[in-house]
């Protein structure tokens, strides 16, 4: 498979220009946020960045990072820190093609964005009690919204010889509660631009209930290696979901509850940590929120993963990460809504895999490359807009960054943080098929993109 990428590059002078101001005023308005409006894990904790995520930034986790989200975020040798923080994230992208239509909020090619601003409130209450609230400003829809929620409550006791971590989650986003990088609320990319073009085929379990959905969910941890875990997620009201800044029509409501099933496995291994895991994920939606066929969409998503993490003497890092996700779909609602007969459009199945490797110098310097391929079953209903009637797509994502102050030595603050990065998409397949995916000439290749960006948090 061989990637490419044409055309001009951006004028040297305007671009870097416009790039400087960009950074320049993310770097100003954070550094003038005052002092105790760090993040506010690590203040708590009293750790650099480094301790608690790969490459001394978020959001990949080290196995100490995971212990502090499996414990509630109640590890605290500051006894008092306001739970407060920030966070940017702007970008420049570039697609080897014009964007044609141009994407919603964006120019056909060479889009500048603040591609977010999150706050966050973040915290762990005494022993028992944690949360990681955040609300994000959308630079590219130019609206707030709710964002992450996870809200814990935690205990430790001893069951004959075993040390055991029961909790509970309230959260919505199934995955966003997991510890593991291998699932999708937290999986590479960590930081996307919503003006890139993507595959329009994804497992349900892969972010299309984010923010859309409230789950509980229970979990033991036991011995710091076998995590299970189990709960529902349901539809909040249309109003409620406009209210916090979420279109409900986007994806569609949950009928009744979902369950959610999880497990895991974690144990050393040579100079790191290893992970297996599984989980299970059935929901059925209404479309759009129309109930007017009488029909649901159900869903069922079974997935493995599985991840390596390993810290060596002089800082470097090393993280595996790897995800395959099996759906079967009854889509009768979806059908009923085209106006087409269920026997030979309800049924489909659909498979994604993914899987990642990192390397870090340093924590300062890393590169990071990622295969991913979805692959389903033809349907000229649900697929009509690909020429082949089918989901495949297929591609790399890389991406090179760095850290600036991953040992907390920033002279903006002692808890200020940013990373600088570039990332290359590139695709064989889009929208099933590699040439003329869409009837019309478009390639697969001409969506292949370039995104430099930098991401700040205090």
């Known amino acids: ?15 870097a220009a416009r790039l400087a101001t960009i950074l320049a005023t993310i770097l100003w308005a954070l550094s003038a946020t005052p002092a105790a409006a760090v993040p506010a894990f690590a203040r708590q904790t009293g750790e650099p960045c480094q301790t608690c995520h790969v490459g001394g930034f978020g959001p990949q986790l080290t196995p100490f990072g995971r212990n502090f989200k499996m414990h509630g975020y109640t590890l605290r040798t500051d006894s008092f820190n306001v739970p407060l923080a920030a966070m940017a994230v702007a970008s420049y992208l570039r697609t080897q093609k014009a964007q044609n239509p141009a994407p919603p909020g964006g120019s056909p090619n060479n889009n500048w964005a603040l591609d977010q601003f999150s706050l966050f409130f973040a915290a762990g209450f005494g022993q028992h009690f944690g949360a990681f609230v955040q609300g994000t400003y959308d630079g590219v829809a ?21 040390d055991v971590t029961v909790g509970a989650s309230l959260n919505n986003n199934p995955t966003v509660q997991d510890p593991w990088n291998t699932t999708p609320a937290w999986g590479f990319p960590y930081t996307a631009s919503a003006l890139a073009p993507a595959p329009t085929a994804a497992p349900v379990i892969n972010g299309a209930l984010a923010q859309q959905a409230l789950g509980l969910t229970g979990y033991a941890w ?23 800044g979420v279109d409900p029509t986007e994806f569609g409501a949950i009928h009744g509850a979902a369950p959610y099933g999880r497990a895991a496995i974690q144990w050393e291994m040579g100079p790191g940590e290893a992970e297996l895991g599984a989980l299970a994920f059935r929901t059925e939606i209404f479309p759009g929120l129309d109930r007017s066929t009488g029909f649901v969409d159900r869903y069922t998503d079974l997935g493995v993963d599985g991840s390596y993490i390993a810290t060596f003497g002089n800082g470097d890092v090393v993280a595996l990460n790897a995800r395959y996700v099996d759906e079967r779909q009854r889509l009768s609602a979806s059908c009923a809504l085209a106006g087409a007969p269920l026997q030979g459009c309800a049924d489909n199945d659909l498979q994604d895999f993914r899987v990642d490797g990192s390397y870090y110098w340093r924590h300062r310097y890393g590169v990071t490359v990622e295969y991913f391929n979805t692959t389903g079953s033809a349907n000229p209903v649900i697929y009509a807009a690909n020429r082949t009637f089918t989901p495949d797509s297929a591609g790399v994502n890389v991406q090179l960054d760095t850290t600036l102050f991953p040992n907390s030595n920033s002279p903006l603050g002692p808890r200020f943080n940013a990373r600088i990065g570039v990332q290359y998409t590139g695709y064989a397949e889009f929208n099933g098929a590699g040439r ?13 993109a370039v995104r430099v960006f930098i991401w700040a948090a205090d």
């Open 1 to 15: 498979m061989t990637m490419q990428w044409s055309g001009r590059a951006p004028r040297t002078l305007a671009s």
């Open 222 to 244: 036991v011995d710091g290696m076998v995590y299970l875990e189990g709960g529902a997620y349901w539809s909040p009201s249309a109003r409620a979901l406009s209210d916090l």
């Open 436 to 448: 003329n995916f869409d009837g019309f000439g478009a390639n697969a290749r001409d969506n292949n």
């Open 142 to 162: 130019k609206q707030w919204s709710w964002d992450n929620l996870d809200l814990r409550a935690v205990d430790d006791f001893k069951a004959g010889k075993h």
